[in-house]
């Protein structure tokens, strides 16, 4: 398997940079390397230490003031007061675990469920993205006898032993378990018929793993493929697979941790611009706009199979404290139009870009839906390669420059443009502005 660029390795931040760091930020660092040690992930060659958010504003121990194009958690703005009161008032009311009963619990699920085809009837909730995910494995296996399951090359659904198995970005050495088919979906760009040529790399991935004895349980794809490099178009593309696996007993998990609530625009989830129905769907970071939270839609058949099995309990999940922030998110989505502001705005985004793209021959592709869009950066002296190291050179720029943005790709040369929804004009043309700036001070 070609090496894919891990998703944590993007613009992580590195030891070897430790000199070039301010003294004060040098000294953050080392404290944190001395206390909670090598697996906490640092971004940036010089990381940031921040201090307040608000919208879509992050500011720094220094005052400074970073326009936030990277955090998704905040979905509807940094520190919104509506979710900040919602989750004060009931902490200070009542906080236990899930297993007394409280209106609260009834109440969102059946407004969140509304938001889902009717066949999803049963909302269960987790404080992760990685716990649901975990729970839709096990669902899938469990309901189906299988264990094979097919996801995309530098797919990220979460940190549980079993979901890192079916992360490919993940895997920082070795190969994917045999159980594990991986879809190279890079090459969608290139094929005439996307949408044809996904069903088919579904019926191999399907072959594959019913000739090596495990068959297929499932097909799990993040639907906007964020860690891919994000490929939403054409809207549509996932049906014909999502038939074709579905008639052979297998399961859709959608994941919606990145696409869900609002973001793609045209609706809460990224799946219904493809027009399919999933048995599963997950979702987490923007459901409580930072207040860990997770959850997991799917047919109550499917749930009574596990419950016959292990049984579930999730000590955090659906607290009434988890519940207060979920419908105050739920409020604010509705009462601040953020879903039409994300079509709208993404598409001001995706026009500008694509009228820098005209102009800069590094920049190859703009891809997205709402405010969720990929840029390709390439390197047009190498017969226009991808290009991680530029991609890695603008993200650090930018941030000098008072914007923060990620990386994603399997070769890391996609720049992740993903703003909070409440995102006003006057801030995309700062970006715009910015990151034409930047492209011009990185250019080789
Ligand atoms: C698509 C996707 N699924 C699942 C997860 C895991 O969510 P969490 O970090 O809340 O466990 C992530 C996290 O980045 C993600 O991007």
Not at 15 to 36: F, N, P, Q, S, Y
Request: net charge negative; hydrophobic share 40%; proline share 5%.
């Amino acid at each position: 398997m070609e090496k894919v660029r891990g998703i944590l390795d993007q613009n992580a931040f590195s030891m070897a940079h430790i000199d070039k760091a301010d003294a004060r930020i040098g000294a953050l660092v080392r404290k944190r390397l001395e206390t909670v040690g090598p697996t906490s992930m640092l971004f940036y060659e010089e990381p940031l230490h921040i201090v307040r958010g608000e919208r879509v504003w992050l500011f720094d121990d220094q005052g400074k003031r970073y326009l936030d194009v990277y955090n998704n958690v905040p979905s509807i703005g940094h520190c919104h007061p509506r979710v900040v009161q919602a989750v004060a008032e009931q902490m200070g009311t009542l906080n236990v675990h899930n297993r007394y009963l409280h209106e609260g619990i009834h109440r969102y699920a059946e407004r969140l469920l509304d938001t889902l085809p009717r066949t999803l009837n049963r909302l269960v909730m987790m404080c992760t993205g990685s716990e649901s995910n975990d729970m839709a494995l096990r669902l899938a296996r469990g309901w189906t006898g299988r264990q094979g399951i097919i996801v995309t090359e530098a797919a990220y659904h979460g940190n549980t032993a079993a979901v890192t198995e079916v992360s490919p970005s993940s895997y920082k050495q070795g190969t994917p378990p045999d159980h594990v088919h991986i879809l190279p979906i890079s090459r969608m760009s290139e094929q005439a018929d996307p949408a044809a040529w996904f069903a088919e790399q579904v019926r191999y991935g399907i072959e594959q793993l019913e000739a090596r004895g495990h068959g297929c349980a499932a097909l799990l794809v993040d639907s906007i493929f964020s860690s891919d490099g994000i490929y939403a178009d054409p809207a549509g593309f996932l049906k014909p697979a999502v038939e074709l696996l579905q008639s052979r007993g297998g399961l859709f998990i959608s994941d919606e941790v990145q696409p869900g609530f609002g973001r793609t625009g045209q609706g809460m989830w990224g799946f219904s611009r493809h027009g399919v129905t999933p048995d599963v769907v997950t979702m987490g970071k923007p459901m409580g706009n930072g207040f860990p939270m997770s959850g997991l839609a799917a047919r109550e058949e499917l749930l009574a199979v596990l419950n016959a099995d292990v049984g579930y309990f999730n000590t955090f999940g659906g607290s009434p404290v988890a519940v207060a922030a979920g419908t105050a998110v739920l409020d604010v989505i509705a009462e601040e139009d953020l879903m039409a502001n994300a079509t709208r705005q993404g598409e001001y985004f995706k026009r500008q870009l694509q009228d820098i793209q005209a102009r800069f021959e590094e920049v190859s592709d703009v891809r997205g839906a709402g405010l969720f869009l990929g840029l390709d950066l390439c390197d047009p002296t190498r017969d226009g390669a991808p290009d991680a190291q530029r991609t890695t050179a603008l993200i650090n720029d930018l941030k000098r420059n008072g914007v923060l943005i990620g990386g994603a790709g399997k070769s890391g040369s996609t720049l992740k443009i993903r703003p909070p929804l409440c995102i006003e004009r006057s801030e995309a043309d700062l970006f715009l502005d910015r990151f034409e700036q930047s492209l011009r001070t990185t250019a080789r």
